[in-house]
């Protein structure tokens, strides 16, 4: 029955969830307490996956699947896969680059803020697939119907929007454990957001206009990476454990490319305050008070 939840299904449910939320804010913590990120960046990568991921993303792909082209590539499983991961890749890394231009211009100071937006748009994330679970399985009527729910809780919630119309799975039911892989998803997902988080920054802080094409084309390129190979994986009926290993991987991934562009900025860009002018170019300013006694204690 729809309103009724088995003893199992509920301890995996609540397990998840609180694994997820003491992840998001013991990390939140660390990077408040330890590295002086500030709050604005973390409430704005909410309203970029609010807005950019389901809003714009969810836009995207109805004006691309409606028409008569979109059809056509609906037809083909691997067009499909592509065209959901390159609006999926474009709206949210093109929504994370304007607001760091613009809503965190007076926050993209340090690197530490840009792991804050991403960490925002993660927890908005998981917010929304608990919400989902929740109206799903506690309910008394269903949102999606059963291949669909299949879709939303199997696939990478960085779908939320995308995937529920086209792509068969199987119609069984959901077993308990499945709801443990999705709390470990989450984790992953929102290290991706960080990763990508980190590089879009870089691009939206860079006063060189060609580094600043090839940051941001690469986080693009990696978030459409991710999310046609999930695509594509659900397709070809892999398991949960393969999906979760395919995200782990690209995690790791991204965190390696955002570390390798993270080192190739000046040495004084991770504790020095960044300003970016209104003619697109950077400035380094001296740290605030509370930074550079905070720095002092800890090379005591």
């Known amino acids: 029955m729809r309103g009724q939840v088995s003893l199992p299904t509920a301890l995996c449910v609540t397990i998840s ?38 809003g714009l993303g969810a836009a995207l792909r109805w004006l691309l699947l409606t028409t008569a082209a979109g059809r056509a590539v609906a ?63 506690l309910g008394r009527f269903s949102v999606v119907g059963a291949g669909q729910d299949a879709i939303l809780l199997l696939g990478a919630s960085q779908q939320l929007a995308g995937w529920l119309e086209l792509l068969p799975v199987s119609q069984q039911s959901i077993s308990p454990e499945v709801y443990l892989w999705i709390g470990l998803e989450q984790l992953s997902a929102t290290a991706v957001h960080m990763a990508l988080s980190v590089i879009v920054w870089a691009a939206a802080a860079s006063g060189h206009p060609g580094r ?23 397709h070809y009926g892999m398991s949960i454990r393969v999906l979760e290993f395919n995200l782990m991987l690209f ?39 509370e930074v550079r006694e905070a720095e002092n204690q800890n090379h005591l």
């Not at 609180?18 to 704005?44: D, E, K, N």
Request: hydrophobic share 55%; proline share 5%; with cysteine.
């Open 75 to 137: 037809s083909s499983v691997w067009l499909y896969a592509a065209c959901i991961g390159l609006t999926a890749g474009v709206s949210e890394e093109l929504g994370r680059f304007a607001a760091v231009r613009t809503a965190l211009r007076r926050c993209a100071d340090r690197v530490p803020n840009a792991l804050m937006l991403g960490l925002g748009h993660g927890a908005a994330e998981m917010s929304a697939l608990f919400l989902l679970i929740l109206i799903q399985r």
């Open 17 to 54: 969830g609180i694994g997820c939320a003491a992840a998001t804010i013991a990390s939140a913590l660390v990077l408040r307490r330890r590295y002086h990120a500030r709050r604005l960046p973390f409430w704005v990568g909410g309203g970029v996956m609010l807005l950019f991921s389901i």
């Open 212 to 234: 600043r094409r090839r940051y941001l084309s690469l986080a693009i390129l990696l978030h459409t990476a991710i999310d046609a190979i999930s695509v594509l994986l659900l």
């Open 251 to 289: 995690a790791c991934l991204c965190m390696v490319f955002a570390y390798a562009i993270w080192s190739t900025l000046p040495a004084h860009t991770n504790r020095y305050a960044l300003a970016l002018l209104p003619s697109g170019g950077s400035v380094y300013l001296p740290p605030p008070p």
